[in-house]
């Protein structure tokens, strides 16, 4: 089994539309992360969480929100879906207590018609 | 945040041939590492050298703090080696920034 999952894998939806997304972990890592992809550039961090009741906001916050349910589960939510969240979005697990390297979830594929 | 430079943006080579693939950093660096996405989209860690050298089979990767930058070696490369290569560090804040990628292409 994968160490860290993503639901959905794949989601189409319209403007206006509220969507979450979510990841769930195995590693037992503390710290979470979200990033975005846009076609042809780098990632860029949404919101990252060092554990359950910390939650901080990234480069590129507006427009999304998201809960730390638990140490294993950290979801991302677009409270309004507008195209240019058209994205690759990636879920990213880290312990500080090692090497803090960064590992990835398998990405969900979000098109906002 | 930092930012980060890396080159060049593409890169084809020929199966067998070794490649530098190369990250400048606008200001000192902690966790620096390398990542290599796959054309299926998966991101997978290769190195996290915030200093120093580190090998792992036919990749390698230096890091030069002190001036800023990061090299990743391939050697012999393989088409299995295709896809982008992001190196990404953080100035002390946990913060990653992840440069715009290098596309590499190994043909056959």
């Known amino acids: 089994d994968a160490d860290v999952t993503q639901t959905p894998r794949n989601r189409i939806t319209k403007t206006g539309k509220r969507i979450m997304l979510e990841c769930s972990q195995t590693k037992g890592h503390d710290r979470m992360y979200w990033y975005r992809q846009d076609p042809g550039l780098g990632l860029q961090l949404i919101y990252y969480?060092?554990?359950?009741?910390?939650?901080n906001k990234g480069e590129i916050s507006d427009g999304y929100s998201v809960s730390r349910q638990a140490q294993a589960k950290f979801s991302l939510s677009l409270e309004s879906a507008i195209p240019n969240q058209t994205a690759l979005y990636f879920c990213?697990?880290?312990?500080?207590?090692?090497?803090?390297?960064?590992?990835f979830g398998p990405g969900t594929r979000l098109t906002v018609l | 945040g930092i930012q980060v430079e890396q080159s060049p943006p593409d890169l084809i080579l020929q199966e067998g041939a070794n490649s530098t693939l190369r990250c400048n950093f606008s200001d000192s660096v902690n966790n620096l590492q390398w990542f290599h996405q796959n054309p299926w989209g998966q991101l997978i860690n290769l190195f996290y050298?915030?200093?120093g050298t580190k090998q792992n089979g036919r990749l390698s990767a230096t890091t030069v703090a002190t001036e800023r930058y990061s090299l990743l070696y391939i050697s012999s490369s393989q088409t299995t080696d295709s896809g982008v290569y992001f190196c990404?560090?953080?100035?002390?804040?946990?913060?990653?920034?992840f440069g715009a990628g290098t596309t590499v292409t190994v043909r056959a």
């Open positions: 990404a560090g953080d100035s002390n804040d946990y913060k990653l920034s």
């Open positions: 990213a697990t880290s312990d500080p207590a090692g090497e803090d390297t960064q590992y």
């Open positions: 050298i915030p200093s």
């Open positions: 969480s060092f554990d359950v009741k910390d939650i």
